[in-house]
């Protein structure tokens, strides 16, 4: 829409100004207006479109979730998520990484348990793999590792990855030649690796 083009040059003034000039607003348009804020780092002006929308959908909680998570206020970004009724993977997702980015590790592993088995998927578990490196517990991201119902390449980068960091050469190596598909990250993990060695 015309709106997001607005806020993708970061010209707010002039997308706030075509929203209000909008005689009927509908949720593609009151959705644009919150990420649009949210993407210019205007938490607080998404959060009063959000609490002045006559209703909302998913798109709605997950960017005004996602808005918050960014910006590290966590508390007020589970508040929200506790308060979404269907939660979708990409919601579980963002207060997940939130807690991961910010090593507040014990409440992702919480969430993470509280996630619904059916919900989760290669995100979900690279983010608790990279988390758990973060922490410096390698054996618990190796546990993870082994419960990953799929191995896609993004999962085995993010144990390649913290191998990495850790340079732990044989384990990368090991891993790296039983993957069925590599990509640019998973040879730079390696390549690294090696370099540290």
């Known amino acids: 829409t015309k709106i997001t083009s607005y806020f993708r040059c970061g010209d707010i003034d002039s997308a706030v100004q075509l929203f209000d000039k909008l005689p009927h607003k509908n949720l593609v348009t009151w959705n644009c207006m919150i990420s649009g804020y949210v993407k210019n780092g205007k938490v607080s002006e998404a959060r009063k479109v959000f609490d002045t929308m006559p209703y909302r959908n998913v798109v709605s909680w997950t960017a005004m979730l996602t808005g918050y998570v960014r910006f590290g206020d966590l508390d007020e970004a589970r508040s929200l998520f506790d308060a979404i009724g269907s939660k979708n993977v990409v919601c579980w997702n963002a207060m997940l990484s939130g807690y991961v980015r910010c090593g507040r590790m014990r409440e992702a592993r919480e969430l ?27 054996s618990e991201a190796e546990v993870l ?33 039983r993957m069925p598909k590599c990509d640019v990250a998973s040879w730079t993990s390696v390549i690294k690796c090696f370099l540290k060695k």
């Open 145 to 177: 590792f082994d419960c990953v119902p799929e191995r896609s390449v993004l999962v085995c980068n993010a144990m390649l990855a913290g191998y990495a960091e850790k340079g732990d050469v044989d384990a990368a190596y090991e891993l790296f030649i």
């Open 112 to 138: 993470f348990d509280a996630m619904p088995v059916k919900v989760r998927n290669c995100v979900t578990w690279a983010t608790m793999i990279e988390g758990c490196f973060y922490e410096g517990v390698v």
